[in-house]
């Protein structure tokens, strides 16, 4: 069956937070449009398998940890009860919630959302298939891909067996195992790891580099490891897994340190996290001029286009960093460049935030991108311990941190790590985006008491002046 549109004609495939959002501008504008996914509703990675659900699941362990830490006010609970399927139903509501109102969100937009897979039949033609029923080609005048990415495997781990998780699956929540091994120290491997440790899990990390969070600064990172250092039952750096084999009802892993020593222990299960990869391959892009790059990246100029003239790729598909917002601010650019406006993705700040406890956030250069590019900057930092708010919410295991750039004083990035740090960046990328110079935001009054007022008072801080911390020379 062949489904030939009136123009201007656009297929999107993949309707994750670059695809969705992409399809109701472009509904907006007066295109026709066809969203394809292989969920049965907008939402992608990020709404069914990704940021939501996980979310939902540290909520349930920031609940148990306020629980397990009330004493300290004064207020004592009986130690909690977990009711696992209660949980996974509440997260499985909020998915649907979400899900099902983007469906009707489409429908409302008069787009055609279509359940199934797509692959290119040639440079303006996609088949779409789905078990069971007969193909559907679409004829488009252009086509966004926004496809996202999927976890990557462990290289060399050669059993399958369910009790290996990946992020998709350890976000079903079967069970709570009661030793589970991460596998990669960085995003996931510590947002997962922190809610199995909360639910019961004994946790240990295994992370080849010296450190969590590789890419994160190191004073940024260290209020978060020493909190995970008591925990999770052990994390072990500079060391890589050799071995995974079944032994009987555990899995026996062999691992091996930097320095050469092996060692061998067992776990209930296992989650793996080291990483994502685009998911560029069986699109049939060889019947398109797109290219990909040596990591399966699609190449994309500013506007979000492809090498053909009437192919876009967004999100994850089309390059780091692998962020919900990045997508949906590219999927503005390639609608707007297809309305032939001259719109450029080229933001100053992408904010990036790990939801542990305490979260990390950042956004802009960081003082660790400034010292490998030789970039030369200033960073002052105002410790939580002298934050009235963060004392009175029993939360002053923090730090907001500013990089500045010596000869403007203008403020390059911005880092947070403590409670709610992920609710705090948002005034880091404006400061950013609009070119502040410190003294803007040492001006711009903050409200009291708040975990807010650490930005203003790291800017304070800056110029020497702060009533409430004195830096030691
Ligand atoms: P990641 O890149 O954040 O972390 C992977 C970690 O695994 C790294 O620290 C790496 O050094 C380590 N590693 C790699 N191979 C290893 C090995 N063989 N043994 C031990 N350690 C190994 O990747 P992720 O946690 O899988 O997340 C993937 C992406 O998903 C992130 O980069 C991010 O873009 C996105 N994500 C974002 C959020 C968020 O915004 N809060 C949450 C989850 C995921």
Request: with cysteine.
């Amino acid at each position: 069956m062949t489904h030939t549109a009136t123009t201007p004609s656009l297929v999107i495939i993949g309707a994750g937070p670059g695809g969705y959002p992409a399809a109701y501008l472009a509904a907006d504008y007066g295109m026709e449009v066809t969203l394809i996914d292989k969920d049965p509703n907008p939402g992608g990675v990020c709404l069914y398998r990704g940021c939501i659900p996980s979310k939902a699941l540290l909520h349930v362990s920031n609940i148990l940890n306020d629980a397990n830490s009330a004493s300290e006010w004064g207020v004592q609970f009986d130690s909690p009860k977990i009711h696992l399927p209660s949980i996974r139903k509440q997260k499985d509501k909020i998915v649907s919630r979400l899900t099902n109102g983007l469906g009707a969100m489409a429908k409302q937009r008069n787009v055609t959302f279509m359940q199934g897979t797509a692959k290119f039949l040639d440079e303006s033609t996609v088949r779409v298939s789905k078990t069971g029923d007969e193909p559907v080609d679409f004829t488009f005048d252009y086509a966004i891909i926004s496809t996202g990415s999927h976890p990557s495997p462990l290289p060399g781990l050669d059993i399958t067996d369910p009790r290996i998780m990946d992020s998709t699956s350890a976000l079903e929540l079967d069970e709570i195992p009661q030793s589970l091994l991460v596998i990669g120290g960085g995003y996931i491997g510590l947002e997962l790891g922190s809610v199995y440790s909360a639910l019961g899990s004994d946790v240990t990390v295994v992370e080849m580099a010296n450190r969590l969070l590789p890419e994160v600064d190191p004073d940024l990172v260290k209020p978060l490891q020493s909190k995970l250092e008591t925990t999770f039952t052990s994390i072990l750096l500079e060391t890589s897994v050799e071995d995974v084999s079944n032994d009987g009802d555990r899995l026996s892993v062999v691992m091996r340190s930097i320095l050469g020593e092996t060692t061998t222990d067992s776990y209930d299960k296992i989650l793996v996290a080291v990483g994502r990869k685009p998911f560029s391959a069986d699109l049939g892009l060889e019947m398109t001029n797109v290219k990909i790059d040596q990591n399966g990246f699609i190449d994309t100029n500013a506007q979000c286009k492809t090498a053909h003239n009437n192919i876009y790729a967004i999100g994850d598909v089309a390059g780091n960093p692998m962020l919900a917002h990045k997508a949906t601010a590219e999927a503005r650019i390639a609608i707007e460049s297809i309305q032939g406006m001259t719109s450029s993705f080229d933001p100053a700040a992408i904010p990036a935030i790990v939801f542990t406890d305490p979260e990390i956030a950042w956004a802009g250069l960081t003082e660790s991108q400034a010292k490998a590019k030789g970039i030369s900057v200033e960073t002052i930092s105002f410790p939580w311990i002298a934050s009235g708010r963060a004392m009175t919410v029993g939360h002053t295991d923090g730090l907001t941190k500013l990089v500045v750039e010596p000869s403007t004083q203008r403020v390059l990035g911005v880092g947070v790590v403590g409670y709610g740090a992920g609710e705090l960046i948002g005034e880091g990328v404006l400061a950013i985006e609009m070119g502040s110079r410190v003294e803007d935001i040492a001006l711009s009054i903050h409200p009291h008491p708040t975990l807010s007022e650490t930005i203003s008072e790291a800017a304070h801080l800056f110029f020497g002046h702060n009533p409430h911390y004195i830096q030691r020379k």
